[in-house]
């Protein structure tokens, strides 16, 4: 029987345990999406999670859709990012990095000379995004050409060569959420009637394409992809046959042999069981059709769940979001079993120090 606490080899990487920090957005960069030195200190409290999946980094300054997420496509970006992946490595942990385009969630504040965000549709969203005047409503997009698909694939292919030279050890591919790959593979939001549009192997076309483009550059055994094949977030509203869209998506990517899936269970940060979907069945797919592949849950998972779903063979990792942020030795504290701190929501997004690096440890780090 495996445990949570035991290591485990996924693709070309060798984990300590199968607790993985998830992918927090926390609004914390610097001047030109640059992550801060606060950053160093966060991730580096938190690198005995067996791997850390980094927050959503954008691909290109197009990918923006929050104030002060951080990028990993220029070069001030990549040396800041070095400075985290050293500090997570000499503390033996493992980090890669969420490579996310937000698509339509966006508002042309944050849009590179204040144009119109783009999506695979010319629909706005019903929602809201933060920007230097507080939340505002999400713009509306501009429907991306066909002909300007390939560079969209070459932005995160540049995103993927700037993560290996940051020193991270792989990439998560963020196709979740209702952010752009996710508004090309959903019926409810994609309504193209090019070769991206209407069929589901035309609405997976964009994430395989990427995902081929992206293991092309940092290799399959370093690359996994994150989907949430039934959360409603950012208006994703639901697709009419989620488990044909993602037993294709699972089917495509075979040849690629990834290193991970990782799936959210439910709608991120709330229900487990928001919409009806088997993921029992979809994991059992992804088994049968990827062999090497681990398969990665999240969503709303506390100790006994964990170590539950580990023993029984259902996951090969868990990944926990909002405990790892109130908790930098969360694999100690799970271990033992020891209380967990409270999550301060008030000082998820935005800000300093406060509530990001002085969530306290059981034992001082480093002691
Ligand atoms: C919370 C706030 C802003 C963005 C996601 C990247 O849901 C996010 C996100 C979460 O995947």
């Known amino acids: 029987m495996s445990s949570l606490f035991d290591p485990i080899r996924i693709g070309e990487l060798a984990l300590a345990n199968r607790i993985v920090m998830a992918p927090l957005t926390r609004n914390r960069a610097a001047a030109r999406q640059v992550p801060s030195d606060l950053a160093v200190t966060y991730y580096a409290q938190r690198a005995s999670a067996g791997l850390?999946?980094?927050?959503?980094?954008?691909?290109?300054?197009?990918?923006?859709?929050?104030?002060?997420?951080?990028?990993?496509?220029s070069r001030e970006q990549v040396a800041a990012w070095k400075k985290v992946t050293e500090?997570?490595?000499?503390?033996?942990?493992?980090?890669?990095?969420?490579?996310?385009?937000?698509?339509?969630?966006?508002?042309?504040?944050?849009?590179?000379?204040?144009?119109?965000?783009?999506?695979?549709?010319?629909?706005?969203a019903n929602g809201k995004t933060f920007t230097r005047d507080g939340f505002a409503p999400v713009s509306e997009p501009r429907a991306l050409r066909t002909d300007e698909l390939p560079r969209i694939v070459a932005d995160y292919r540049h995103a993927a060569r700037c993560a290996m030279e940051a020193g991270f050890d792989g990439v998560e591919v963020h196709g979740a959420n209702g952010y752009l790959?996710?508004?090309?593979?959903?019926?409810?939001?994609?309504?193209?009637?090019?070769?991206?549009?209407?069929?589901?192997?035309?609405?997976?076309?964009?994430?395989?394409?990427?995902?081929?483009?992206?293991?092309?550059?940092?290799?399959?055994?370093?690359t996994g992809l994150r989907i949430s094949p039934v959360t409603p977030s950012n208006d994703a509203g639901q697709d009419s046959d989620p488990r044909a869209l993602f037993?294709?998506?699972?089917?495509?990517?075979?040849?690629?042999?990834?290193?991970?899936?990782?799936?959210?269970?439910?709608?991120?940060?709330?229900?487990?069981?928001?919409?009806p979907f088997d993921f029992e069945a979809l994991r059992?797919?992804?088994?049968?059709?990827?062999?090497?592949?681990?398969?990665?849950?999240?969503?709303?998972?506390?100790?006994?769940?964990?170590?539950?779903?580990?023993?029984?063979?259902?996951?090969?990792?868990?990944?926990?979001?909002?405990?790892?942020?109130?908790?930098?030795?969360?694999?100690?504290?799970?271990?033992?079993?020891?209380?967990?701190?409270?999550?301060?929501?008030?000082?998820?997004?935005?800000?300093?120090?406060?509530?990001?690096?002085?969530?306290?440890?059981?034992?001082?780090?480093?002691?």
């Open 52 to 73: 850390i999946v980094s927050e959503a980094s954008q691909i290109s300054a197009e990918g923006q859709g929050y104030l002060d997420s951080p990028g990993i496509y």
């Open 87 to 124: 500090a997570v490595h000499a503390r033996g942990g493992k980090i890669v990095v969420q490579l996310w385009h937000v698509g339509r969630i966006s508002h042309v504040s944050l849009q590179p000379g204040g144009i119109a965000p783009v999506s695979s549709t010319a629909r706005r």
């Open 181 to 222: 790959l996710d508004q090309f593979l959903r019926d409810s939001i994609n309504d193209r009637d090019d070769d991206y549009g209407g069929p589901i192997a035309n609405r997976a076309r964009l994430l395989i394409e990427v995902m081929e483009a992206v293991t092309a550059e940092v290799g399959s055994g370093r």
């Open 247 to 275: 037993d294709h998506v699972i089917d495509r990517l075979a040849p690629l042999k990834l290193a991970f899936l990782h799936v959210i269970e439910g709608a991120t940060g709330g229900a487990r069981d928001i919409a």
């Open 284 to 367: 059992r797919r992804f088994k049968a059709l990827h062999p090497q592949g681990a398969w990665m849950v999240n969503n709303g998972y506390h100790r006994q769940m964990a170590i539950d779903v580990i023993a029984s063979g259902r996951a090969d990792l868990v990944a926990f979001g909002r405990p790892f942020i109130a908790n930098p030795d969360l694999v100690q504290r799970l271990r033992v079993d020891a209380p967990l701190n409270p999550l301060r929501t008030s000082l998820l997004y935005g800000g300093g120090a406060e509530g990001y690096t002085d969530y306290p440890s059981l034992e001082p780090v480093g002691a």
